[in-house]
């Protein structure tokens, strides 16, 4: 099988134009699914306390959902060596505040070269962000509605980049959106390669050199990148 490998510069993305089935928005919850596979610990253009984000919808006041991983090495304190997160972004709180979010994640030592199966979903039922690991539920965060209400913005969804700000070195592969919060067992299903149809909007395998969607037809553009097996 030939996957996709990003090099981690400006010219290695994925984009695939903005539809309304990408916002948690429009049905009040969304779940995205991908496998990821870093091969390097430390992203050579990375942003903020140290991270970048991998995958992604969202521009600067137009930030909607995001996944993330931190560099072996951050600036925060305490450190997030490592870690991936999943953030579902408000770009502007009835508050006042400006790009709130909510983020769960899970912090485990991360091994070059090997894939993570990574399942972050927005659930508005429960007003809450949560992230799967290998198919198993690490964590969850809520939200408050004084603080958190999806909007859609205009934004593109990126592979291996977000805004361009930062960019991901490694594989991605098997990239699929549902316009609902899955359960646990589906996630558990999807792990093992077993899909669920209802809600999917949209599934790309990367598995070719270009990014066709298989789902709903919402194809995207591939910008560089090396097809390896």
Known sequence: MSVLQFNGTTTNYIEIPDDAAFSVATTDSLTVSAWMRPDILTF???????YVHWLGKGETDRQEWTFRMYNQTTTD??????????????PSAPSGGINLGVGAYFQDPVTVGEWIHVVGAADGDQQATIIYKDGVQRDQQSWSKENIVPVHGTAPVRIATRDFNSFFLGAIRDVRVWNRALTADEVQMVYTHVIPHKGLVAAYELSRDTAPDSSGGHDGQVNGGTWTT
């Open 44 to 50: 050579p253009i990375s942003e903020g306390t140290g």
């Open 77 to 90: 304190t305490p450190p997030r060596p490592n870690r991936i997160s999943f953030y579902v972004f408000n």
